[in-house]
């Protein structure tokens, strides 16, 4: 009995031992250094399902951060010159996907526009509209059109110029202020603007349910695409908006920890 | 920052004891933390709180030079900012804000006042 236990302890050890060298393996190179603890300490973090755990949450963080771009602005805590261009890279990302939802959102409006009849009263209205609605909703956490850059200057630096970029972005992104009525218009606008997407959609899934097809281009399978289209552009509208608040939120931490801009450069 | 960037209790006791350990690696962070949270905690809970608090500028990480001790490998050590303090000091005011509240232990009086009404 001795024997045999001496013998699947060993057995333990080996796969756990293997285990653990897999999952270290597995590791993102930059969190190498966060797992386990000196020899004299046994630390649980080197424990095979630990490690695994640790190995699944790094690699999730990690995917989330290449998902929300400004997280990773201050993530491993980069010098001043990396951070600068993180930042730089990650406001002219938003600023893209920012014009790349309005035209999926606009693509959208047509592709809902083809299900209705062509003689139908609802066409014109459900073309024109959605798409400025969703426009001036956008418009309320992103302050312009256009990234427009700040002009470099023979007597600028390159910190005072990050620093006004960091204001113009600022004021792009979250300008701090909180209205009442604002707020209200805001919400109603987003409401309206993803109620929209789905309007046609719905409106033919009852017409289909009560036996009369609006088009005979019509199709089951064009309605749910639809359907799966509308339902990724509400996760991403939800999505660009937080981003959008979690970005102005790191440029305004960044822009407090630069010196004013009046600060002489002797001081 | 926003509200959404307010400390939850798990990044509060992370973020404590990265600003009470000296030279805080995540082994004796997650031992801390452990202690006084006073249930298990996963590695991968800490290492995510730790990822989630330098995203938000309060705390920075540097690699320490490799020892013998940790077979040359290098750790990584965390060091709570100016921005993590004040966020800390924030939770630590609204903390006491609520014992002030409740006073002293209000679930213990309220036991005595169902034990006198028996």
């Given at each position: 009995m001795g024997?045999?236990?001496?013998?699947?302890?060993?057995?333990?050890?080996?796969?756990?031992?293997?285990?653990?060298?897999?999952?270290?393996?597995?590791?993102?190179?930059?969190?190498?250094?966060?797992?386990?603890?000196?020899?004299?300490?046994?630390?649980?973090?080197?424990?095979?399902?630990?490690?695994?755990?640790?190995?699944?949450?790094?690699?999730?963080?990690?995917?989330?951060?290449?998902?929300?771009?400004?997280?990773?602005?201050?993530?491993?805590?980069?010098?001043?010159?990396?951070?600068?261009?993180?930042?730089?890279?990650?406001?002219?990302?938003?600023?893209?996907?920012?014009?790349?939802?309005?035209?999926?959102?606009?693509?959208?409006?047509?592709?809902?526009?083809?299900?209705?009849?062509?003689?139908?009263?609802?066409?014109?209205?459900?073309?024109?509209?959605?798409?400025?609605?969703?426009?001036?909703a956008i418009r309320f956490h992103w302050k312009s059109w256009g990234s427009a850059g700040i002009s470099d200057s023979v007597y600028m630096d390159d910190d005072e110029k990050y620093g006004k970029e960091l204001d113009h972005w600022i004021a792009i992104l979250w300008d701090g202020s909180f209205s009442p009525a604002?707020?209200?218009?805001?919400?109603?606008?987003?409401?309206?603007?993803?109620?929209?997407?789905?309007?046609?959609?719905?409106?033919?899934?009852?017409?289909f349910s009560a036996a009369q097809r609006a088009s005979a281009e019509v199709t089951w399978s064009g309605v749910l695409m639809r359907y799966a289209f509308a339902a990724l552009l509400t996760f991403l509208f939800v999505h660009v908006r937080k981003t959008n608040r979690i970005a102005g939120g790191i440029f305004q931490l960044e822009r407090n920890a630069l010196k004013p801009l009046s600060t002489p450069l002797n001081a | 920052m926003g509200k959404?960037?307010?400390?939850?209790?798990?990044?509060?006791?992370?973020?404590?004891?990265?600003?009470?350990?000296?030279?805080?690696?995540?082994?004796?962070?997650?031992?801390?933390?452990?202690?006084?949270?006073?249930?298990?905690?996963?590695?991968?809970?800490?290492?995510?709180?730790?990822?989630?608090?330098?995203?938000?500028g309060y705390v920075t990480s540097r690699e320490a030079d490799p020892t013998p001790l940790r077979g040359h490998q290098p750790k990584r050590l965390y060091t709570i900012t100016s921005g993590g303090d004040g966020a800390l000091r924030d939770s630590y005011d609204t903390a006491g804000r609520f014992r002030e509240l409740f006073g002293a232990n209000p679930w213990e009086s309220g036991t005595q006042t169902k034990k006198s009404t028996i």
């Open positions: 024997i045999r236990n001496t013998n699947k302890e060993k057995h333990d050890l080996t796969l756990g031992r293997r285990i653990s060298a897999a999952a270290k393996r597995l590791l993102p190179a930059d969190r190498r250094s966060d797992v386990g603890g000196d020899v004299q300490e046994t630390s649980k973090a080197s424990q095979p399902a630990e490690l695994i755990l640790s190995v699944l949450k790094m690699w999730w963080n990690k995917m989330w951060r290449s998902f929300c771009p400004p997280l990773a602005i201050l993530y491993g805590s980069p010098p001043h010159e990396v951070k600068k261009q993180r930042a730089r890279d990650t406001f002219k990302s938003l600023d893209r996907a920012t014009v790349l939802f309005i035209l999926a959102y606009g693509a959208l409006t047509y592709l809902n526009v083809l299900l209705l009849p062509e003689e139908s009263p609802l066409q014109f209205p459900l073309t024109a509209g959605p798409l400025p609605i969703m426009c001036i604002q707020a209200m218009l805001r919400s109603a606008l987003e409401a309206i603007s993803v109620m929209l997407m789905y309007l046609i959609p719905v409106y033919v899934t009852v017409q | 959404s960037d307010s400390l939850g209790q798990f990044e509060q006791l992370v973020l404590a004891a990265v600003k009470k350990i000296e030279n805080a690696y995540a082994v004796p962070i997650q031992a801390m933390v452990e202690q006084v949270y006073g249930k298990r905690v996963r590695f991968a809970s800490v290492y995510t709180a730790l990822d989630r608090l330098e995203e938000k």
